[in-house]
């Protein structure tokens, strides 16, 4: 069926003349409202008002316009029914075979500073809308067009079908039609909504990609949302399912720095992490800590990665590398790994506001944990304060354990990790696993700050730590025994600041 006729009425103007243009070309009467009608009239374009097609003038400050059954009716009348093709001539109803539509701009009004309720709720689109509904729903007729992403797209089609387009490009635009005013509903819903107890949690993404697999290969798994907006990927093999989870672990953790740091992770966890003036220094940092579990790791650095540190890092096998950006040297090193993936990181980006996980019958969503408290901000509980070294130590372990999976145990110095204990169910054994790994380092724990995610339930965990060498310590504190495990430190002479805030991660 070739299209004869399309009404066209968009905020978004991108590709909107050419677009025009072409339909013109194909012989295609164009209808229009208000600004979109200028814009094609300035451009050269025969173009007719809706009002002037339906008989009946805007009213309500363009509240209504193209609410009417000459629209509709030319919208939603079945061609291969009589009966509607009787019922629409007699009522001298002509058909509209494409509809050009993107809606107000309602979501970039919202996020707007100072905005207000009324303007807000001009903002909400209620022709556009109904348009684009009528249109998808008779797409076995009717092309529906909702983003200028897809001009093209139709343009091929009518200059290869002789100003038709194909059921199965009609089906998919109409598809798309309502995922958009499914997404644009549910953000006027939410702004409504908002702190009246009537908003529902909604979670409304574009898939990104499809992955190979999930978790494990049997499982089937998509991405979805804006990814690549953060992160662009340069080399190796397309990402999986586990390799997005660590890189977004990874990006997490060094946002916490701002000095040149470079952090190894495995399985979302910190297996090393190290400051230092320059990249190259930080990474033997970050590596010193443990040298077995980087083996197919993730790599992160919060500086441009050169040459020098390429090598250093390409003597291990890893799955991923990020960085800010990378030398051409340092890229000739790496991609010489044809599998190693490399991702260049677009600055680092705020964290999700909110964390999603699944559960029986639902999800559960909690505020993302952002708290960025520092040992200054902690209460000072024993008879010893830090140094000024215990003090860097604390905070450099504080920043770290928030990222380990609980329990968790991190011994730190003032510019490194040096022992990690992760996801034990008791934490004396998360301090045991974390003393172990330093020895199997070869690191001295002597001097060491601990830093635990959580209170220690009893003094063990501590009095297990003040053996290994740790002189200082940091946790949230909160437990019945914290006079016990204050106590056991005063005892040690082990200094210990109490945070008051607590970061598991489950």
């Known amino acids: 069926m070739k299209i004869q006729r399309a009404l066209l009425s968009v905020t978004d103007k991108t590709g909107l003349v050419d677009f025009a243009r072409g339909l013109h070309g194909h012989g295609v009467e164009l209808l229009s409202t208000g600004?979109?009608?200028?814009?094609?009239?300035?451009?050269?374009?025969?173009?007719?008002?809706?009002?002037?097609?339906?008989?009946?003038?805007?009213?309500?400050?363009?509240?209504?316009?193209t609410l009417h059954p000459m629209i509709h009716g030319g919208l939603l009348f079945r061609r291969d029914l009589p009966a509607h093709v009787a019922e629409a001539a007699a009522h001298g109803i002509e058909p509209v075979d494409l509809v050009v539509v993107n809606l107000y701009a309602f979501s970039a009004t919202v996020a707007r500073e100072g905005v207000t309720r009324e303007e807000a709720i001009e903002n909400i689109d209620i022709g556009g809308p109904s348009?684009?509904?009528?249109?998808?729903?008779?797409?076995?007729?009717?092309?529906?067009?909702?983003?200028?992403?897809?001009?093209?797209?139709?343009?091929?089609?009518?200059?290869?079908?002789?100003?038709?387009t194909t059921l199965e490009l009609r089906?998919?635009?109409?598809?798309?039609?309502?995922?958009?005013?499914?997404?644009?509903?549910?953000?006027?819903?939410?702004?409504?909504?908002?702190?009246?107890?009537?908003?529902?949690?909604?979670?409304?993404?574009?898939l990104a990609a499809a992955l190979r697999y999930g978790e494990n290969p049997h499982q089937t798994a998509g991405l979805y949302g804006r990814f690549s907006e953060h992160l662009e990927q340069l080399h190796g093999k397309e990402l999986s399912y586990n390799n997005i989870l660590d890189i977004t672990a990874a990006v997490d953790l060094i946002g916490e720095f701002?000095?040149?740091?470079?952090?190894?992770?495995?399985?979302?966890?910190?297996?090393?992490?190290?400051?230092?003036?320059?990249?190259r220094a930080a990474w033997d940092h970050a590596l010193a800590t443990d040298r077995q579990a980087p083996f197919g790791g993730i790599i992160i650095g919060n500086r441009p990665l050169d040459e020098a540190l390429a090598a250093a890092i390409a003597e291990i096998f890893s799955e991923v590398i990020i960085a800010p950006d990378f030398t051409p040297a340092a890229l000739a090193v790496l991609q010489k790994k044809k599998n190693l993936r490399l991702m260049r990181l677009r600055g680092v980006p705020s964290p999700a506001p909110r964390d999603v996980r699944s559960v029986i019958g639902g999800f559960l969503v909690q505020d993302h944990?952002?708290?960025?408290?520092?040992?200054?901000?902690?209460?000072?509980?024993?008879?010893?304060?830090?140094?000024?070294?215990?003090?860097?130590?604390?905070?450099?372990?504080?920043?770290?354990?928030?990222?380990?999976?609980?329990n968790a145990i991190v011994f730190a110095g003032p510019d490194r990790t040096l022992g990690i204990g992760a996801g034990q169910m008791s934490?004396?054994?998360?301090?045991?696993?974390?003393?172990?790994?330093?020895?199997?380092?070869?690191?001295?724990?002597?001097?060491?700050?601990?830093?635990?995610?959580?209170?220690?339930?009893?003094?063990?965990?501590?009095?297990?730590?003040a053996a290994a060498g740790a002189t200082a310590a940091i946790q949230p504190g909160g437990s019945v025994r914290d006079d016990e495990v204050i106590q056991a430190a005063d005892e040690r002479d082990l200094a210990m600041i109490l945070t008051g805030k607590r970061h598991f991660r489950h």
Request: proline share 4%.
């Open 35 to 65: 600004g979109t009608a200028k814009v094609l009239r300035e451009a050269g374009l025969p173009v007719k008002d809706v009002s002037e097609h339906t008989g009946f003038p805007e009213m309500l400050d363009g509240r209504v316009k």
């Open 131 to 164: 348009m684009l509904r009528s249109a998808a729903k008779n797409h076995a007729a009717v092309t529906v067009v909702c983003d200028p992403a897809d001009y093209d797209t139709v343009a091929r089609e009518m200059q290869s079908g002789g100003g038709a």
């Open 171 to 206: 089906a998919r635009l109409a598809a798309k039609v309502f995922d958009v005013t499914a997404s644009y509903d549910s953000a006027i819903a939410d702004y409504l909504g908002a702190g009246s107890g009537a908003a529902s949690f909604r979670c409304d993404l574009p």
């Open 258 to 279: 701002a000095e040149p740091t470079v952090a190894i992770l495995k399985h979302t966890n910190p297996c090393g992490v190290g400051s230092a003036g320059d990249l």
């Open 369 to 406: 944990d952002m708290s960025g408290e520092s040992a200054s901000d902690g209460r000072l509980v024993t008879r010893r304060a830090p140094t000024d070294a215990e003090r860097r130590a604390m905070d450099f372990g504080w920043k770290v354990v928030k990222h380990v999976k609980s």
């Open 427 to 465: 934490r004396v054994d998360s301090v045991r696993i974390a003393v172990w790994k330093a020895g199997e380092a070869g690191l001295s724990l002597a001097g060491s700050a601990v830093a635990s995610d959580a209170f220690f339930p009893f003094p063990d965990g501590l009095v297990s730590a």
